[in-house]
């Protein structure tokens, strides 16, 4: 069955980077993209980014175009999501999710559990 | 960017209502829309797709409609299990999401 399995929570100080890791099973690695989606505490969803794990091509969200780095590594199945320069507002839950692609519509239909940074003095 | 406005912010309904929530998006994005169910804690799950494509395992009370700038997410009887916070989220460009609406047991 398809998993995506991300590591556990950090707590990290301002002016830090954090690196958050989702490794997927049960399915081809490099056959379907994966987002990154991050949801501050009692907010919305909000969109940061997509790597293609065949090619490692991302596109980021203007918002953190120059903070954020995705990576994948295919010999582990593991995609990277690295966040550099954190500040009080990047307390969030961490998701990865995979891109599924249907009649040419796309979206995400396996999420990983979430992965808690906080960013605190 | 497009943005995603969802109305009601939140509902009070009870078990058996008809629930409707309305997204709006600030330009056409065709059938480009994908619903999503919330609950505490837990990651999003996908409910429908391209607008009106029911996701499998997905109960068929679910349903979606609409295209171009108007959609609606319809639970045709809502059951205990239900009760979560809904977004909608446009796919035709930069992935963008509605603010969501919370059903609340009423």
């Known amino acids: 069955q398809v998993q995506l399995v991300q590591s556990g929570a950090e707590v990290k100080k301002p002016g830090a980077s954090v690196k958050v890791s989702c490794k997927a099973s049960?399915?081809?690695?490099?056959?379907?993209?994966i987002h990154w989606v991050r949801q501050a505490p009692g907010q919305g969803l909000e969109w940061m980014g997509i790597i293609n794990p065949s090619g490692g091509t991302t596109s980021y969200a203007q918002k953190f175009q120059d903070r954020v780095t995705m990576t994948r590594d295919t010999s582990t199945s593991t995609v990277y999501m690295e966040l550099s320069s954190l500040r009080s507002e990047d307390t969030a839950v961490y998701y990865c999710?995979?891109?599924?692609?249907?009649?040419?519509?796309?979206?995400?239909?396996?999420w990983g559990q979430g992965t808690l940074v906080t960013v605190s003095s | 960017d497009i943005q995603m406005t969802q109305s009601p912010s939140s509902l009070s309904a009870s078990v058996g209502d008809r629930v409707t929530i309305t997204c709006r998006a600030s330009q056409s994005i065709s059938s480009y829309l994908n619903w999503y169910q919330q609950k505490p804690g837990k990651a999003p799950k996908l409910l429908i797709y391209?607008?009106?494509s029911l996701q499998s395992g997905v109960p068929s009370r679910f349903s979606g409609s609409g295209s171009g700038t108007d959609f609606t997410l319809t639970i045709s009887s809502l059951q205990p299990e239900d009760f979560a916070t809904y977004y909608c989220q446009q796919s035709y460009s930069i992935p963008s999401f509605g603010g969501g609406t919370k059903v609340e047991i009423k």
């Open positions: 049960g399915y081809t690695f490099t056959s379907y993209y």
């Open positions: 391209a607008a009106s």
């Open positions: 999710a995979r891109c599924n692609v249907r009649d040419g519509y796309n979206y995400e239909d396996y």
